[in-house]
């Protein structure tokens, strides 16, 4: 399901992203991250499973919502990128200030 | 104690009353005729109150009566066909018959087994509150219920309040669905006032006569309304018309002739029975109609029986069937048709067939008046309609071969009915230019054909106006017809259009589509199966719509298959498009490919049941001619998309397609490809057109030799491009931006990047990135994988 999320703590939730995130979509995406982004000391797992394509508009939202969360002390990982996400993260430099992986994302203890 | 238990039986009681008015509630939203809704309003309210009988009386023409509708159950004795009313109920609360009617009535109704009654009110679709009022001239449209048991009948507050939710879900569907209908039954009892020896024309304001008409006349005309409704073509529906008298009045013989010109001349029209001897005459002359009549006696009207020659063959009665229209001179009464009726002795008309006849007439008559509506003329005849819809027909027989000079098509056509709703079209433009239309009108029968009619009209009137562009440019095309589709008042119907125009000279296709899904185009070159972007939304729906547009250049043995969603199956599963693939990569073998393709699909959807109208349109340059190609442009295509993100799976399924037609582009650079000009679009929406959906983005795909070169053009506010001024995402603070990245990934992502924009004059992004040199392919090769490509 797009934009889910599976909570692991207090203080660390998986968010599952589910599928591309394009300009149809792309307020769901950002209402969701924001929400989070708020939160003190919050680690946010997404979950890019299964995304292959990102738009630079998402890059963009993405990348806000890294430095806000940072801001309030917590952290944003990406988890289950594939070669296609990941070219993307490279060539818009996310990979420079976001963690990223192709490992799944932490499960539920 | 005993108050306890009742107060629990009562609560039970309401719950089990909910239920039961939320079924009622959507059995009433299903119906649709006063008798069936009557039918379960009395079944439920007996089955409720357990009552042994109860009986619907409706309005009549006077106000101090009402009419036997409907009744149920066992009446101890016959109810009157029509009730005296003293006074207006004016709830839905239980009464008794002594509050509401006259004593003679009462007596008859007590006497039949009934005891109480309650009103049903109703609200018309012109907003007066009918029935209920103060005054007794409303009761005349009140809806009586009575009710009847052996028992005393003594309601309590739950079933007053059952009686009032019930009344209301009536007044509900009543007012929603079937109050037009409600009160044409009404009207048509007043309007009935004719004379037993002779058919008079009703007059407004006349003298209304006691109803006749029973129920069962009520329920058979409105079984027939719904008959004329499903008809396919005016045959049916006289057909209908003819048997339905022949039954009521238990004919030997009918016969309808219908006007023609000039106005004094009747052709056969339809003739039912056997004729006494020999055969009835074709055209029938009448020197000067009857005035004001409806029905005549043949023997005393000699100008409708010119030598008896109708009299000779058994016929005796004769109907005039008309219509009054306005014209120069006046509002005039114009005969539409004669019907002529017999039978071997003379034939009596009681009053109650009289009416019988004129309602059915006053229902035909409105059917020929819808159609008039569509075909706005008003000066036309049963025969110009007829043919109209026979039209429908005849001008889409049900396979067509044909070959212009440029152009080879095949069509198949199977309508699910003998008037379906899809239809196709060829229409021939200015230079040499073909227009090709095939749509699809949900539905079938009448509605859908004189939709259909309406359709091929405006089309035709496009194609053929002095604004030869204007029919060259398929979605302006498209959006001019959903325009005119929606001021129709009666536009209901959703309708799928596909409008492409050939070019001859470059052998372009420029096309749109509503909701005619993905097209396919098979490449003789490449053996290739390509889903064209298409399936906008349908037409007559939903105001201001846009539609996206592409041009195509077709190539020499391409085939082009537009096909409506009742062959879907056969076009696209079924392994149809694998043989047709290799019958292409053969080619000619002796037999035009067009033609084993056209056969091959022929097989294909006739081997499935046909529950759906089914057109297919084969469209196929011929090789031969490839060399007349005036500006052959085979490697590129072209997009044009309205300014709206939800146009942008088009996009893809375009970009899909040029990527797929490419060899020499790796899975990294096809991506590249893929996400740069999504990027490049969507930066012309949200920041050319700053989200305004008025404008269009246009993409140009182009093979060139050693690359490919896209180019994503707007006519949006523009910007005052820097190069230097593109940030390079270096430092931290660059890094955490939200926005800049569109066009510095575009270089990443690109070997080339242009872009001309200046402030109000809109922006053209090149992309160019280029391919890897393979060997030249092969002209025809063995058929690869299908899917989304050139």
């Known amino acids: 399901m797009p934009f889910d999320s599976r909570p692991l703590s207090d203080a660390a939730t998986v968010f599952v992203v589910g599928g591309d995130v394009r300009p149809e979509n792309i307020e769901g995406y950002r209402k969701k991250l924001y929400e989070y982004c708020e939160r003190k000391t919050f680690i946010l797992h997404v979950d890019m499973t299964g995304v292959e394509h990102l738009s630079s508009w998402a890059i963009g939202v993405t990348a806000l919502a890294t430095q806000k969360i940072r801001q309030n002390g917590g952290d944003l990982k990406i988890w289950g990128s594939g070669d296609n996400l990941k070219r993307i993260l490279k060539f818009s430099r996310l990979d420079m200030i976001i963690e990223s992986s192709s490992d799944p994302a932490p499960k539920s203890p | ?790």
């Open chain 2, 1 to 790: 104690m005993t108050d306890l238990r009742g107060e629990a039986r009562t609560e039970k009681l309401a719950r089990f009353d909910v239920r039961t008015l939320r079924e009622i509630s959507s059995k009433f939203r299903h119906k649709s005729t006063p008798a069936e809704l009557f039918h379960i309003y009395l079944l439920t309210l007996m089955g409720r109150m357990m009552l042994r009988r109860a009986a619907v009386y409706i309005p009549t023409a006077d106000a101090g009566k009402s009419r036997l509708f409907l009744h149920k159950g066992h009446a101890a004795g016959e109810l009157p066909e029509t009730i005296e009313l003293l006074q207006i109920p004016p709830n839905r609360r239980w009464m008794s018959l002594s509050d509401i009617l006259s004593e003679s009535s009462q007596a008859e109704i007590e006497a039949a087994g009934f005891s109480n009654l309650h009103a049903i009110r109703w609200k018309d679709s012109a907003g007066a509150t009918r029935g209920a009022g103060v005054t007794i001239q409303d009761s005349a449209l009140s809806i009586l219920v009575i009710t009847g048991s052996d028992r005393m009948i003594e309601p309590n507050q739950a079933d007053e309040q059952f009686l009032d939710l019930l009344g209301r879900q009536a007044e509900e569907t009543l007012e929603r669905h079937m109050g037009d209908m409600l009160r044409r039954l009404v009207d048509l009892g007043r309007r009935s006032d004719l004379a037993r020896g002779e058919g008079r024309q009703s007059t407004v304001g006349r003298r209304t006569r006691e109803a006749l008409l029973d129920t069962r006349n009520f329920q058979t005309l409105q079984d027939i309304a719904f008959r004329f409704k499903s008809g396919s073509s005016l045959f049916d529906l006289f057909n209908t018309y003819l048997l339905t008298i022949m039954g009521r009045l238990r004919l030997k013989r009918a016969a309808i002739y219908a006007a023609t010109l000039p106005s004094n001349c009747f052709r056969m029209f339809l003739l039912k029975g056997r004729p006494e001897r020999g055969s009835m005459p074709d055209i029938i002359e009448v020197d000067e109609m009857p005035k004001n009549q409806l029905w005549v006696n043949i023997k005393d009207h000699r100008e409708l029986n010119r030598g008896n020659i109708l009299g000779r063959q058994g016929y005796s009665l004769a109907w005039i069937l008309s219509r009054e229209t306005d014209t120069p001179d006046g509002r005039q009464t114009r005969a539409d048709a004669l019907v002529y009726m017999g039978r071997d002795e003379d034939i009596r008309l009681e009053a109650a067939d009289i009416k019988f006849i004129e309602i059915l007439n006053h229902q035909i008559v409105g059917m020929l008046n819808m159609l008039d509506s569509f075909n706005a003329r008003e000066s036309g005849t049963l025969w110009d309609w007829d043919s109209n819809l026979s039209t429908l027909i005849q001008d889409t027989p049900a396979d067509q071969c044909a070959r212009k000079e440029h152009l080879q098509r095949r069509v198949l056509f199977r309508p699910a009915h003998r008037v379906g709703g899809d239809f196709y079209d060829f229409h021939d433009l200015r230079d040499g230019r073909q227009a090709v239309v095939l749509a699809d009108v949900v539905g079938h029968g009448i509605p859908a054909a004189i939709w259909t009619y309406a359709i091929r009209e405006q089309l035709q009137k496009i194609a053929t106006s002095d604004d030869h562009d204007r029919a060259s440019r398929p979605a302006d095309v498209l959006e001019n017809l959903n325009a005119v589709l929606l001021k129709n008042q009666k536009s209901e119907i959703p309708v799928s259009v596909f409008y492409g125009v050939f070019d001859p000279r470059d052998w372009s296709f420029t096309y749109s589509s509503a909701g005619i899904d993905y097209p396919l185009l098979l490449r003789a070159q490449d053996a290739k199966v390509f889903e064209l972007p298409a399936g906008g939304l349908f037409l007559g729906c939903v105001p201001n719509i846009r539609f996206s547009e592409e041009t195509i250049y077709l190539e020499p043995d391409d085939l082009l298959i537009l096909y409506t969603d009742g062959c879907e199956s056969a076009v696209l599963g079924g392994g149809w498009r694998e043989t047709a693939l290799q019958h292409i990569r053969r080619g000619p073998c002796g037999r035009p490919v067009l033609d084993l393709l056209h056969e091959l699909l022929l097989g294909a959807i006739d081997a499935r049941p046909q529950e759906d109208d089914c057109t297919a349109i084969l469209i196929s340059p011929p090789a031969e001619i490839a060399a007349r190609r005036e500006q052959p442009e085979p490697d590129l295509r072209t997009l044009t998309i309205p300014s709206d993100v939800r146009h942008l799976p088009t996009l893809r399924v375009f970009i899909d397609n040029v990527i797929r037609r490419l060899d020499g582009l790796s899975t990294e650079d096809a991506f590249a490809v893929e996400f740069t000009v999504e990027d490049a679009a969507v930066n012309s929406i949200q920041h050319g057109y700053e989200g305004r959906p008025d404008g269009s983005v246009t993409i140009e795909a182009r093979r060139e030799p050693d690359r490919l070169v896209l180019t994503i053009t707007d006519r949006g506010r523009g910007f005052r491009y820097d190069i230097d001024r593109i940030p390079r995402f270096e430092s931290d603070q660059d890094l955490y931006r939200s926005n800049g990245r569109g066009l510095f990934m575009m270089r990443q992502f690109m070997d080339d990047v242009d872009i001309q924009s200046t402030p109000g004059g809109g922006t053209v992004v090149r992309l160019v990135k280029r391919l890897i040199q393979r060997p030249p392919q092969r002209a025809r090769r063995a058929p690869e994988e299908t899917g989304h490509a050139i």
